[in-house]
């Protein structure tokens, strides 16, 4: 099992920045991949950006390019998420999740462990 720990959440106003951190511990040997996603009230559970831990090379979803870059630690075994020009229209919970299958996986279902959610609230 692979456990997942997120942190950061909070409210800020628009045009203002967060960093969300997540940890994880376990069998983080079976990961690939780190992916964060985020679900506002009534909508589907959306893909933001994934990491791989051993190259570290990035994939973002193009609604948040260039204002959202995610990065990791290996040696912390931490993902961030560090959200900039932050928008009402993304506030949302944030979810971070790991994935054991090869290649950008940006579907809920590639992922096979979750945290349990940070709160992100932009205020207009």
């Known amino acids: 099992q692979v456990q997942l720990v997120e942190s950061g959440g909070g409210l800020v106003q628009a045009g203002g920045s967060l960093r969300l951190s997540c940890a994880a511990s376990?069998?983080?040997?079976?990961?690939?991949?780190m992916g964060w996603f985020r679900e506002a009230p009534g909508q589907e559970r959306e893909f933001v950006a994934a990491?791989?831990?051993?190259?570290?090379?990035?994939y973002t979803t193009d609604s948040v390019k260039g204002r959202f870059t995610i990065s990791r630690d290996s040696a912390k075994n931490t993902v961030y998420l560090q959200m900039n020009s932050l928008k009402p229209e993304d506030t949302a919970v944030y979810y971070c999740?790991?994935?054991?299958?090869?290649?950008?996986?940006?579907?809920?279902?590639?992922?096979?462990?979750w945290g349990q959610g940070t709160q992100v609230t932009v205020s207009s």
């Open positions: 990491v791989k831990w051993s190259a570290g090379s990035t």
């Open positions: 376990g069998r983080t040997f079976r990961s690939y991949a």
């Open positions: 999740a790991s994935t054991p299958a090869v290649g950008w996986r940006t579907v809920v279902a590639a992922y096979d462990h």
